[in-house]
């Protein structure tokens, strides 16, 4: 494969989790909890994934290490939770502005775990993405709903959750083919739902067949999609054109709420959105163009 191909599954990745606040607003509308349709979400993308699993290549682990990978797929459940819990309250368009903060906090964990301190240009492009978030949320626009303070702090949580979440599993069971650590980690995630969330829905056959549909959509794009195609992707394009591309998952979560739900966005709302991609690429230009050379 080409390096624009290996680019294009990225990309794709961060469009899969763009999409997954208008389903899940859409299955909040029919009716369905936020633990119906988290806990779909997980056990359906669980075991989708370890059915590609049974087809796929395989390498021996010990238990020990197996544990290790499903311990690290425990921030992966939490982000599901967190994330749905501010969708109750919030616009998708602002949700995903508030999760989009794991850009920085990933920032702030590995300064504080690997001691390696943010370059002038990483700390302007958190200035602009911080700027730009105010404006995409929507702060200074008149008609839009006052942000639920409620929801802000579920979405932030989220952001916090999902950068533990990129953390671990960057520097664990390296050697695990993709597919298989992807297995692992979302059982660590359904084994945490399940404990803060049993599953009671299952037995009643009326809920679970309702929420079938958006819980298979949101398991492959929520659970399967894109941590395979981050996987697969990311070692080839570099972990700096890798955040570039992985911001895919903002105009389309934009879009969708715009198209889907019919969400108002304003003006002021999109210069946002934009400055959040400037402030990325700001940040990751030098990353961009080693990757560049050496492709």
Request: proline share 4%.
């Amino acid at each position: 494969m080409k390096t624009w191909h290996y680019a294009l599954l990225v990309f794709i990745g961060g469009c899969c989790l763009g999409i997954l606040s208008t389903f899940v607003k859409l299955a909040y509308s029919a009716g369905f909890s936020m633990v119906e349709v988290t806990g779909s979400q997980v056990l359906f993308g669980t075991l989708i994934i370890w059915l590609v699993v049974l087809f796929a290549k395989k390498t021996k682990i010990s238990f020990r290490q197996a544990g290790i990978i499903m311990l690290a797929g425990i921030p992966m459940g939490l982000t599901g939770l967190l994330y749905y819990q501010s969708l109750q309250t919030l616009d998708a368009s602002l949700a995903i502005i508030f999760l989009f903060q794991f850009i920085w906090i990933g920032s702030v964990i590995e300064w504080v775990v690997f001691k390696r301190r943010p370059s002038s240009g990483k700390v302007l492009s958190i200035v602009i993405l911080l700027a730009g978030s105010i404006l995409a949320a929507g702060l200074f626009v008149e008609n839009i709903q006052s942000v639920s303070f409620e929801g802000a702090v579920w979405g932030m949580l989220s952001a916090v959750t999902f950068s533990i979440f990129i953390f671990l599993s960057s520097i664990i069971g390296k050697k695990v083919p993709a597919i298989q650590k992807s297995a692992l980690l979302s059982t660590g995630g359904l084994i945490v739902t399940f404990i803060l969330f049993p599953p009671v829905f299952l037995l009643d056959i009326t809920t679970l067949t309702g929420v079938l549909p958006y819980g298979l959509i949101l398991g492959v794009f929520g659970v399967v999609l894109p941590p395979l195609l981050f996987s697969i992707g990311m070692p080839h394009v570099g972990p700096g054109l890798g955040t570039i591309l992985t911001a895919s998952e903002l105009p389309v979560a934009i879009i969708m709420s715009a198209l889907v739900l019919s969400e108002e966005i304003a003006s002021l709302q999109w210069f946002g959105v934009v400055l959040i991609l400037g402030g990325i690429i700001i940040g990751n230009t030098k990353q961009s163009q080693r990757v560049s050379l050496s492709g």
